[in-house]
C-alpha cells in the first residue's frame, strides 16, 4: 500500500543549507506517494524510495540513477547537487532519514511489540536467547533478532527462521521483520543491538521497551576509532529507551562494569531500574551469593527482589552467570514470576558456539577423550573470560589448550593483548588463521606474536584444521581444549574466498581420529 510522502517528509530533518531549488523539489516530492524504502538497488520495486547511503566501500549516489531505472519515485540524499529525472531530496543523515522512513512504511510496528535491547560486548548473544526461552516458557510470544539470524512463532505453530550477515540488520529489514511479528501476533521481541546499528541509525525510530548493557570491553576500534566513541554508541540505546513512547519502561546494567553508571545516568525517573552483580556487597538489584562450576553446568545463590534462591543451569562459567542474572531481570521486569524464570532458566540447554562442549557422541565421558570447547569470544575480554571458565574445569593432572586467531580487517591492536592473555592463562598455545578477510595471515598472526614474551613455547599453525587437529591429537585425556574465535560460523573468509568450515566438525572429526 502507497504512502503519502508529505507525512514522511514531516519526520525527517532536511538538509540545513537546502538551496531554492532543492525546496522546488521537495515541492514537487510532496504530491508523490511511495510504497516501499531501500538502499540497494538490487532491491529496489516500482514505487520506492531510495536511500544513497555512503559506506565504508561504497556511495549509494553513485547508484541513484540505476534506482530510478529501476522505478525509484525519489531519492534521498546528504547531497545538494545531485541532478536526476525525479526529486532528490537533500537531508541532514540520509541513514537516519532511511530508518524514520521504515518505521514509517511499517506502520511502526514497535509499537505493537514489547522490544528488550541487549547491547554491549560480550554476552548479548546468550543473554537475548535466554530472555527468549524464558518468554515463550512462560507464555509470552517471543521472537528473535541476533548474531545467529532471526527466529520467531508464527500463527501457524511452525518457527519461522531468517539469517542476515549483521548482528542487527539495516533499517529496512528490521523495521520489515518486527512487521511480520506483530502479523504472527507475537507479544515480545529480544534483540541483539550492535555498536554499528546504533551508531549508523538502523535502529532510530524503535520503541523499544527495555535496554540491557552487558558489560563495555575493547572491540572494533577499527570503526569506532576510540573506546569513547565505542561506548557512547552503545550508551545510545539508554537514550532511545528514554526517548521511547513505550509504558512500563525498564533498564538493566550489570554493575560490576565500570560504565554502567553512566548509561543509567541518562534515564529518566519514570523508568525502572535494576543491576546485577557478583560482587555480593554492591546493593545490586540481583547479587551472587555462591557458585559451582562444572564443564556443564552451574549451580548459583542468588539474591534478588523477592529474596534469595537457588539456580541449576546447564551453561558453565562465570560469565554465562552474568548473562543468566541478566535475563533474569529482563524478564522478572516484563512481569514474569521468579519461580517461572528459575523453571525455564534450568531448562535451557545453550546456545550454538558459546562454551560448546563437542563430542564425539552423547555418552562420550572426559575418560575417553579430552575435554573439547568451542568458543566464539574473539575480543581480549571475551577470550580471558573463556580461559578463566575453562581453566576452572581443569583437573590438577591436566593442561589448558588454546587454538586461536584473529580476524582480518578488524580493530588489529587487540592482537597482541589477546596474545598475552592466552599465552598468560593457558599451558599450550597454538595460533592459527581465524577470518583473514583481505589481510595477510601471516601479518595477523606475526601481530598477535607481538604480545607473546617466549615464542618457544608458542605453535603457529596457519591452517586452521591442521591447528585443530594438533591440539586434539597431542593432548591427554586430562586436558581441556579451548577452541576460540568462530564459535557458531560454519564458514572461513580467505581473501576473496569463502569456504565451508566449523570449527566443530573438524573438533569432533579429530576427536574420531584420536579414538581409531
Keep these: 500500500m502507497s504512502k503519502p510522502l508529505s507525512q514522511l517528509l514531516s519526520k525527517i530533518v532536511l538538509h540545513p543549507r537546502l538551496a531554492q531549488g532543492g525546496k522546488k523539489q521537495i515541492d514537487q516530492a510532496q504530491k508523490l506517494s511511495i510504497s516501499g524504502v531501500s538502499c540497494h538497488t538490487g532491491k529496489i520495486k516500482p514505487g520506492d524510495a ?30 545538494l547537487d545531485l541532478q536526476l529525472a525525479v526529486p532528490v531530496i537533500s537531508v541532514s543523515s540520509v541513514r537516519n532519514a532511511l530508518a524514520i522512513a521504515s518505521n514509517f512504511i511499517f506502520d511502526c510496528p514497535s509499537e505493537r511489540l514489547r522490544v528488550l535491547g541487549v547491547t554491549g560486548t560480550n554476552g548479548k548473544t546468550t543473554t537475548t536467547h535466554l530472555v527468549e526461552h524464558i518468554l515463550n516458557k512462560s ?61 549508523l541509525g538502523h535502529v532510530a525510530g524503535t520503541q523499544f521497551a527495555s535496554a540491557c548493557l552487558t558489560n563495555v570491553t575493547q572491540d572494533h576500534l577499527d570503526f569506532h576509532k576510540s573506546m569513547e566513541h565505542y561506548w557512547q554508541s552503545k550508551r545510545l540505546l539508554f537514550e532511545q529507551l528514554t526517548e521511547s513512547a513505550q509504558e512500563n519502561k525498564s533498564a538493566i546494567a550489570n554493575a560490576d562494569d565500570v560504565l554502567a553508571s553512566s548509561f543509567l545516568s541518562v534515564l529518566t525517573a519514570e523508568i525502572r531500574k535494576y543491576t546485577y552483580s557478583c560482587n555480593t556487597k554492591s546493593g545490586a538489584s540481583l547479587n551472587l551469593l555462591s557458585a559451582e562450576y562444572g564443564f556443564d553446568q552451574s549451580r548459583l545463590t542468588i539474591a534478588g527482589p523477592d529474596g534469595e534462591f537457588a539456580l541449576k543451569t546447564k551453561i558453565s562459567g562465570p560469565f554465562n552467570t552474568y548473562n543468566a542474572m541478566a535475563a533474569i531481570l529482563i524478564c522478572y521486569a516484563e512481569g514474569i514470576a521468579m519461580v517461572d524464570i528459575i523453571k525455564a532458566l534450568e531448562e535451557f540447554v545453550g546456545v550454538p558456539g558459546r562454551f560448546e562442549i563437542v563430542r564425539t557422541s552423547n555418552n562420550s565421558s572426559s575418560k575417553r577423550e579430552p575435554l573439547c570447547i568451542v568458543d566464539y569470544a574473539h575480543t581480549p575480554d ?81 591452517d586452521r584444521n591442521l591447528a585443530i587437529k594438533s591440539a586434539i591429537l597431542n593432548a591427554q585425556l586430562q586436558d581441556v581444549i579451548v577452541i576460540a574465535g568462530k564459535g557458531h560460523e560454519t564458514y572461513q ?24
Design 50 to 79: 531510495f536511500f544513497c547511503v555512503v559506506g565504508e566501500k561504497l556511495d549509494g549516489n553513485n547508484y541513484a540513477v540505476e534506482a530510478v531505472k529501476k522505478g525509484a519515485v525519489c531519492v534521498f540524499s546528504e547531497r
Design 139 to 199: 507464555g509470552k510470544k517471543a521472537g528473535l533478532i541476533g548474531t545467529l539470524g532471526a527466529r520467531w512463532p508464527k500463527s501457524n505453530g511452525e518457527i519461522h527462521n531468517e539469517k542476515f550477515g549483521q548482528t542487527t540488520p539495516q533499517a529496512p529489514d528490521f523495521q520489515n521483520m518486527l512487521s511480520r511479528m506483530v502479523e504472527n501476533s507475537l507479544t515480545h521481541v529480544v534483540m541483539e543491538v550492535s555498536s554499528h546499528a546504533l551508531a
Design 382 to 462: 571475551g577470550l580471558d573470560n573463556v580461559l578463566k571458565a575453562a581453566r576452572a574445569l581443569v583437573p590438577a593432572s591436566g593442561k589448558l589448550i588454546v587454538v586461536f586467531g584473529c580476524g582480518g580487517d578488524r580493530d588489529a591492536s587487540k592482537r597482541p593483548k589477546m596474545g598475552e592473555i592466552a599465552h598468560r592463562m593457558a599451558d599450550h598455545v597454538i595460533i592459527t588463521s581465524d577470518n583473514p578477510r583481505s589481510e595477510d595471515p601471516q601479518k595477523i598472526i606475526a601481530d598477535i606474536l607481538a604480545g607473546i614474551g617466549r615464542l618457544s613455547e608458542v605453535l603457529v599453525e596457519q
Design 493 to 516: 573468509i580467505l581473501g576473496s574466498k569463502t569456504i565451508d568450515f566449523d570449527d566443530r566438525v573438524h573438533a569432533r572429526e579429530a576427536l574420531l581420529e584420536r579414538s581409531g
